[in-house]
Each structure stands twice: as C-alpha cells, then as structure tokens.
C-alpha cells in the first residue's frame, strides 16, 4: 500500500491507502506502485485513476505538481472531482463558453492562458464521465 493525498486550494480532497495510482504527467501517464522510485513531476488536467482492493476510482484533476516517495504520492492540484460528482452539462456548457471565448481575438495572454486552462480542466471533467458511458 501506498498513501495518497490530493490536495485542491478548498480542501484535502482524498487522502487514503491504495494499492496503485495511475497520474496524468505531462510527458504522459505515470503508473505508481508501493516502493516507487522518488519522483516530482507536473500534472497536467486529465483522468487520475486509484485502485484499492481491486475497486477503481476515477478522478478529473487540473494542473498541478505531483510528488513520488516510496511510501506516499503526494497531489497538489486545482480540481480533483470524483467521477460520481461531476456534473457533465455544466462542463459541456463551460467548454462552449471557453471555446468562443478562445476566438476573441482581443484577448490578452494572461486572459487566454486562464481561458485556455479552464478549458483544459472541463474537458477533463467531461472524458472522466463518459469514458464508463462508452
């Protein structure tokens, strides 16, 4: 087993012994095991799944860092939503408006980036909730 603990800016969103974690980085999906080689990296939004005892859990994270120690995989993101909690209307409907406002071309960087980053977590909410419809 190994110890999990995500954290968002509003709360410590799943703390709890699992048996594997599987983290989206950014160069990719990183699996974690117990005993895992210490690690940082960046987390980039996407599907994180936990298993423990042969149960999987789904989570839509954001942007964030990720720490690896052989005992404890620490996650400090903006967005951990369970699977069961994400509303997808709400988040199609927040992809719609960040996509038209991606078009305004009068756009500073700092207000595209934020609209950019915004996006990304939506998307992620929205392919955590359907991948179990498909």
Known sequence: MVRLEIVTPEA???SDDVDSVVIPGVEGEIGVLPMHAPLMTLL???ELRVVKGGEETRLAVGEGFVEITQEK???L????VKESDIDESAAEEAI???EEAMRNERM???EQAATKAALMRSLALVKVKRRRQV
């Open 108 to 110: 500073g960087d700092e």
């Open 96 to 98: 719609r408006r960040a």
């Open 73 to 75: 995989i620490a996650v």
């Open 12 to 14: 410590k969103s799943f």
């Open 77 to 80: 993101t903006d967005m951990a």
């Open 44 to 46: 980039q939004p996407g």
